[in-house]
């Protein structure tokens, strides 16, 4: 809310006192509450603070001056200074829904990082219902109060019953609308988003975005939206982007800690969290102690307990792989039935058919997950793998190239190009990737695929040389 808002409320809600002492041989007021404002639109936070303050010296529980200072010390990152000022201003004026509406919505801020689960959480959630309900029944149309009232009901797990209203209302609130803030296209996605409608939930991040390229709230969302389709790469490009205020944005910490642990860094996942106490942060705590199990039995023995539970089900998809791929399957399929939004587990359940050897059905399931997430290596290099292992050279090596293209799984994208062009009769193009291969690999990793491609290459050279 711009600070000039201030001046036009205070000449029409100025108490008698300082009313009058305006048009006589006091202070003016109005030009005193002026200059801070001015100030204050400079970003010399400090400094109207220090001008608002004095308005109240003469104007004692003057709301507007009360209702600004809130507002500087929360451009100043002060939290607890703010609160006390918006509340002033609110106890000033009970009727006003500026100060309502920014208190609610600071109580919101303070609500999401507040210890899981304990009495204070609790407190400080109904009391920013309160304020935020005060406000809409003053102001039924107060876009920033229906924001944060939305934001604290999906925070706080409100059932598909309490926020499908509320959705309705956002819907009403900005379809159709001009000069819509961001924050409510944000919020608006989450919700759609907790209420399976992807496709709605990802337009309106779209809208936010072009509203606010930088808004932190929708690059967040978008980075999750990110990890659920699997693509580790564009999440972390996100995070880099935003991750300057992680130690203050619980969501910011929860998403960071989420990208450390799609690129295998669990430990530094963990300490990310460390910082934040909310009952998400704790879930996703377990979830990541259950991503570094190695422990079967006791994974099978918690599953007993809570049977779809995601987390669980996809541990034991992945551990049990190699040695019991039959079983594997199994748990991936449950895993991805638990958790429909996350690729990963439908990812998994191809690396598990191709295990199994049951390679026809990894290639049907695989092309389906290209056609949503045509960028994820991962895909592609499982369905490249069911294709060679069919004998299917044309397709594997479509796949095998789009990695190379892409810069993805080198050098042994270079191998696998190479072969199924051996095997496709490409004898020039064979010799030109596997010399890369050779350029590139790893002599003690690569060991195995060295010596098979020394022994090859004089006889495709020779294939070359002979077919041209």
């Known amino acids: 809310m711009k600070a000039r808002l201030g001046i036009f409320l205070l000449m029409i809600a100025v108490s008698g006192s300082a009313l009058n002492a305006q048009t006589g041989d006091g202070p003016d007021i109005a030009g005193m509450f002026r200059a801070a404002q001015d100030v204050h639109e400079k970003g010399e936070y400090e400094k109207a603070i220090e001008l608002y303050k004095k308005v109240l010296e003469e104007a004692p529980g003057l709301p507007e001056a009360e209702y600004q200072i809130g507002s500087a010390y929360l451009s100043l990152k002060k939290p607890h200074e703010a609160e006390d000022a918006f509340r002033s201003a609110v106890n000033s004026r009970p009727d006003w829904s500026l100060p309502l509406t920014a208190l609610g919505d600071l109580l919101v801020r303070k609500y999401k990082s507040a210890s899981a689960g304990g009495s204070d959480a609790q407190a400080i959630e109904a009391e ?23 934001d604290l009901r999906v925070t706080s797990g409100a059932s598909a019953e309490t926020t499908r209203p509320l959705l309705a209302k956002l819907r009403e609130l900005s379809d159709g609308k001009a000069n819509i803030p961001a924050s409510l296209w944000v919020i608006r996605s989450m919700i759609e988003r907790s209420l399976n409608d992807a496709a709605a939930a990802k337009e309106s991040l779209k809208r936010a975005l072009s509203i606010a390229p930088n808004d932190r709230g929708a690059l967040i969302l978008l980075g999750e939206s ?25 969501a910011l910490v929860l998403f960071k800690a989420r990208v450390l642990s799609a690129q295998g ?14 009952s998400e942060a704790q879930k ?14 006791d994974l099978e023995r918690r599953l007993k307990d809570d049977p779809k539970n995601a987390a669980i089900l996809g541990r034991l998809c992945v551990i049990n792989r190699i040695s019991a791929p039959e079983k594997a399957l199994e748990y991936c399929r449950r895993a991805s039935e638990a958790d429909p939004e996350n690729i990963a587990h439908a990812i998994g359940y191809s690396g598990a058919l191709i295990q199994a050897k049951q390679y026809p059905q990894a290639v049907v399931l695989a092309k389906k997950l290209v056609e949503f997430a045509p960028d994820n290596a ?91």
């Open 128 to 150: 920013a219902e309160e304020l935020l309900n005060r406000a809409i029944k003053l102001d039924a149309d107060n876009i920033p109060a229906w924001v944060a009232l939305a």
């Open 226 to 250: 990110e990890l659920r389709s699997g693509d580790v790469n564009a999440a972390g490009e996100i995070l880099r982007r935003v991750e300057a205020d992680a130690a203050s944005d619980p």
């Open 265 to 278: 860094k669990p430990e530094e996942a963990v300490k990310t969290l460390a910082a934040v106490k909310t």
């Open 378 to 468: 991962t895909i592609r290099t499982n369905l490249a793998l069911a294709y060679f292992e069919l004998k299917a050279y044309a397709p594997a090596r479509e796949q095998y190239q789009w990695l190379v293209d892409h810069k993805q799984g080198l050098p042994v994208a270079y191998y696998f190009v190479a072969i199924t062009q051996d095997h496709l009769g490409d004898y020039r193009n064979a010799v030109a990737n596997y010399q890369l291969f050779l350029r590139n690999a790893d002599p003690a990793k690569h060991k195995l695929q060295i010596d098979q491609v020394t022994l090859r290459l004089p006889a495709v050279e020779k294939l070359a040389r002979e077919k041209k």
């Open 284 to 297: 996703l705590l377990d979830s990541l102690r259950l991503a570094s199990s190695e422990d079967a039995p």
